[in-house]
């Protein structure tokens, strides 16, 4: 079993900037991917971006791509989603994930094919 434990949310006027923190504990060794998710009311869970294990390359959606950034600390075993330029449309709760299946363009994008969920921070952006 694997823990997520999301930080980081809050109020930020559009423009502004945010950082969440994904803090993973437990099994971590057998997680190759992680990845973000966000999901505003009333609509259905949607990928952000995901990060892959030792290589650490990224792919992100196309309406955070540029504005968004995702790292990882190995040593902390943490997660992180840098978000800059926020807008409105950004108003999410936002859900660090991870996943033990091999990595594909498709398949880091699939909320199903990730194992573990933390329990989502709110993110809020003010016109």
């Known amino acids: 079993q694997v823990q997520l434990v999301e930080s980081g949310g809050g109020l930020v006027q559009a423009g502004g900037s945010l950082r969440l923190s994904c803090v993973a504990s437990?099994?971590?060794?057998?997680?190759?991917?992680m990845g973000w998710f966000r999901q505003a009311p009333g609509k259905v869970r949607e990928f952000v971006g995901a990060i892959r294990g030792n290589v650490g390359s990224t792919v992100y959606a196309d309406s955070v791509k540029g504005r968004f950034t995702i790292s990882r600390d190995n040593g902390k075993n943490t997660l992180y989603l840098q978000m800059n330029s926020l807008s409105p449309e950004d108003t999410a709760v936002y859900y660090c994930?991870?996943?033990?299946?091999?990595?594909?363009?498709?398949?880091?994008?699939?909320?199903?094919?990730?194992?573990?969920w933390g329990q989502g921070t709110q993110v809020t952006v003010s016109s």
């Open positions: 994930a991870a996943g033990t299946m091999p990595w594909t363009d498709l398949s880091v994008r699939a909320r199903a094919k990730y194992d573990y």
């Open positions: 437990g099994r971590t060794s057998s997680v190759y991917t």
